[in-house]
């Protein structure tokens, strides 16, 4: 392996982690409403755990209520079930026809423990950042080892590799930051 695939090998590892990252923090209620807070939610569909996104429709006719319309109304009470035992802290409404999610505006502590999410999900991406810097430079010493990579080679690849860390420790920085400013906004 040369040392452009390594390079390209790692960014694409790190590119991964920043995207599971912003889909992580999608997910984070900020006090408006969207399907990313409900879609992958599991029910309990036939013996089978099951995205809501999987067996209904999910709607936001207005800013902070979610209506899911499952295609079979025999899954309004195991939907229901599903949404009242999440970590989401609603009170879902069956009509018998659809469940409507009314989202109360967040408290300032709630505020707080939705920022401390997004830190404590930043951390764990910037964690990951770091183990694949270390599963290369493990690799990039296994090949100076070997007589593979130049000694000059070798201390060019760590500085390379350092300038990806922090360009995409950077990225997760100002992505927690932003995310962070939406929840606090009032």
């Given at each position: 392996m040369d040392y452009n695939q390594i390079i390209k090998n790692c960014e694409t590892e790190m590119s991964k982690t920043v995207n599971r990252f912003k889909e992580e923090i999608r997910k984070i209620h900020t006090g408006r409403a969207t399907p990313l807070l409900v879609e992958d939610i599991s029910v309990d569909y036939y013996g089978s755990k099951t995205p809501i996104k999987q067996i209904a429709s999910i709607n936001i006719p207005e800013p902070r209520m979610?209506?899911?319309?499952?295609?079979?109304?025999?899954?309004?009470?195991?939907?229901?079930?599903?949404?009242?035992?999440?970590?989401?802290?609603?009170?879902?409404?069956?009509?018998?026809?659809?469940?409507?999610?009314v989202l109360p505006s967040l408290t300032e502590e709630r505020r707080k423990e939705m920022t401390k999410i997004v830190s404590k999900e930043k951390e764990e991406s910037r964690i990951s950042i770091r183990q694949i810097r270390v599963d290369v430079w493990d690799q990039v010493q296994a090949m100076?080892?070997?007589?593979?990579?130049?000694?000059?080679?070798?201390?060019?690849?760590?500085?390379k590799l350092q300038e990806i860390v922090d360009k995409f420790n950077q990225e997760l920085e100002e992505l927690g930051k932003k995310k962070e400013e939406e929840i606090m906004t009032v």
């Open positions: 979610i209506v899911i319309s499952p295609w079979n109304k025999d899954d309004l009470v195991s939907i229901q079930k599903a949404l009242t035992e999440s970590d989401l802290k609603v009170n879902p409404q069956n009509d018998g026809e659809l469940i409507r999610i100076a080892k070997t007589g593979d990579l130049s000694e000059d080679d070798k201390f060019r690849m760590k500085d």
